[in-house]
């Protein structure tokens, strides 16, 4: 009962983020990963994390390790599951406590990239270090069951947008077409947007009307122990 | 980013289990805990818990915490979350995954209770050890939501029930009464439970029907990591 082993814990963050495809212009899941410079799986690319320093709390630490990866902020930012099979790392036991965020496309645009960090299709990804493409894969998960009933699509987008905007995340996300009517009839009745009252600048005939999200209405989750960041 | 620092690690555990109050009749939920017999918190009641086995998986220690305190096994179990804040334990930094468990009501009867371990109405609790109040109000806030979208209130009943005693135990979770005939038709719509053709013995006039769940309905979270047990 009074037993604390020493156990090395690690914090790692499942990062989205929204990209177009330059040739068919839809939009998909993206996420970052990091090539492993050591022992084990010494090469093969992983989820961005590290240790938990001991000032630090386990959502700074998952927030810093985005940063310190991407140089990004992230829009939003929960904790997913933490993971400790006896057998998930072939160098001794080791305690995942994984976030997932999500990043704005527009920020997204000016990620790092170099050698050691590269960014892939979520829904296609090489066989990553440990146990990390089930954690992505449950990431996935949780992220389409959020958007179905949350408001967090809002965050891979900025301040203003339009509906035609807020349906490509739900597509892009859902991975499926969404009927533009009914998407404007349900996100009008849902009362999660407000209409700014502007247009679209630049487009000259019934230019889209600019929304914003309606921050009075509660998230879903008012128990949720660490809010969303931004 | 290839920093682990080293981390003493708990896996904690609540357990809720319904009971009635002999005076009233009416039932509402308790949880276990244990007295610490050292510093911090010396005397205080804390969540059973205890460290993690280098064979063991996160889950089976939260079950063997279980099992050790109460001789009882869950009938359901599920990660809650990882809580870690830096000030959170007095003696140094501790990270703790917490599981949450429900027990059924017969067995829970028979549990095991002594000088230090005893059952607590989940609401009217003392000053616990750590942030355990805190955990233990997410823990409530959690079962209280699932409740509602899921079919977990059968843990709490044995293997069949009558439709009064599956109402009592939402009434008893969600702490308000509910309409008898509306809850009738909305679990008869659902689907989820299934008239055995047997009634209670021993009624003479009109026995109540007993049901069981319909185990061919999909658990609300397909990809939850570790089905719930039982």
Known sequence: MNTRLEAALAVST???????DPGS????LWL??????????LGRWA???????????????????????????PKYLEQLYTFGDPGRSPGGRVVSVVYWALVESGEAALAVE??????????????????????????????RTKVEYSRIAHAFLGETFTLAQLR???????????????????????????????????VPHRPPRLYRYNDSVPAAEPGALEPAIG
Chains 1, 2 share one sequence.
């Open 14 to 20: 499942v990062i989205f983020a929204l990209r177009s």
């Open 32 to 41: 970052p990963l990091v090539r492993r410079t050591r022992d084990p799986y």
């Open 25 to 28: 212009g839809l939009s998909s």
């Open 114 to 143: 170099d050698e050691n960090v590269h960014w892939f299709p979520a829904d296609h990804l090489p066989p990553l270090a440990f146990d990390h493409n089930r954690i992505v894969e449950y990431a996935l998960w949780r992220l």
């Open 47 to 73: 989820l961005p994390g590290g240790g938990l320093p001991t000032d630090e709390g386990l959502a700074g630490a998952a927030a810093r390790a985005l940063r310190e990866t991407t140089g990004l902020t």
């Open 168 to 202: 490509e995340v739900h597509e892009a996300v859902l991975q499926k077409a969404l009927d533009p009517a009914n998407f404007r009839r349900t996100v009008e009745s849902s009362g999660t947007v407000v209409d700014t009252g502007r247009r679209v600048a630049g």
